[in-house]
């Protein structure tokens, strides 16, 4: 069956860096693009941006145009998450999830990564 | 930019049918998804292009919209529908998703 597996949560200080992990399995990889979305606590769900397994081709709101890179790793069925000059209101739990082309919806989503910036 | 409007909390009691509105404008033209997010959970799809049901999702969960609303509708609602609902669109004009800013349903 398709999953999407995370890393662990991360705890980290304002200023510092986040490489956030998301492993498919069950389906083909190039197949399908991989959103990146998260949800501050108590707060509703922010779009990150998307990565084109097949051609590594990404997209990102303008928020964070020069904060956040997005990369895949064919032969480990992974996808990478980057976000530099962490702050405070970047805690959240960050999620990937499986984007149907076809139907523009999210059908498979990660377990989600706790991301704690304090000092 | 294309904003998804969702009442911040609905409640009901057991056994009763709970409704939640989503609103946009031109609602009418995109399709409408919905996901419900449990305490500590990822969101899951219940409904998706309006209407239609993801496998396994109970038939007490349907969807219909009109006009510029769309509503998730939740019959025979009991403890284990206490969760987080979100609507979500595709924006094409700027090639991203937009999600409403969810509604919690409480279960009296």
């Known amino acids: 069956q398709v999953q999407l597996v995370q890393s662990g949560a991360e705890v980290k200080n304002p200023g510092a860096s986040l490489k956030v992990s998301c492993k498919a399995t069950g389906y083909t990889f190039t197949a399908y693009y991989i959103h990146w979305v998260r949800q501050a606590p108590g707060r509703g769900l922010e779009w990150l941006g998307w990565i084109n397994p097949n051609r590594g081709d990404t997209k990102f709101p303008q928020t964070f145009q020069g904060r956040i890179t997005m990369t895949r790793d064919k032969s480990t069925l992974t996808t990478h998450l980057d976000l530099s000059g962490l702050r405070p209101d970047d805690t959240a739990v960050y999620f990937c999830?499986?984007?149907?082309?076809?139907?523009?919806?999210?059908?498979?989503w990660g377990q989600g990564t706790l991301v704690s910036v304090s000092s | 930019s294309y904003v998804l409007t969702q009442p911040p909390s609905v409640s009901v009691a057991p056994g009763q049918t709970a409704s939640i509105p989503c609103g946009g404008s031109?609602?009418?033209?995109?399709?409408v998804h919905w996901y419900q997010q449990r305490p500590g959970q990822a969101p899951m799809m219940v409904v998706s292009r309006d209407t239609d049901r993801p496998s396994g999702i109970p038939d007490r969960f349907s969807g219909s919209k009109s006009g510029s609303t769309a509503t998730l509708t939740i019959s025979g609602v009991d403890a284990g529908d206490d969760a987080v609902y979100f609507c979500?669109?595709?924006?094409?004009?700027?090639?991203?998703?937009?999600f409403g800013g969810g509604t919690m349903l409480t279960v009296l």
């Open positions: 031109n609602l009418e033209t995109k399709s």
């Open positions: 979500q669109v595709w924006d094409g004009t700027i090639d991203h998703p937009v």
């Open positions: 999830a499986r984007f149907s082309s076809n139907y523009y919806y999210f059908d498979n």
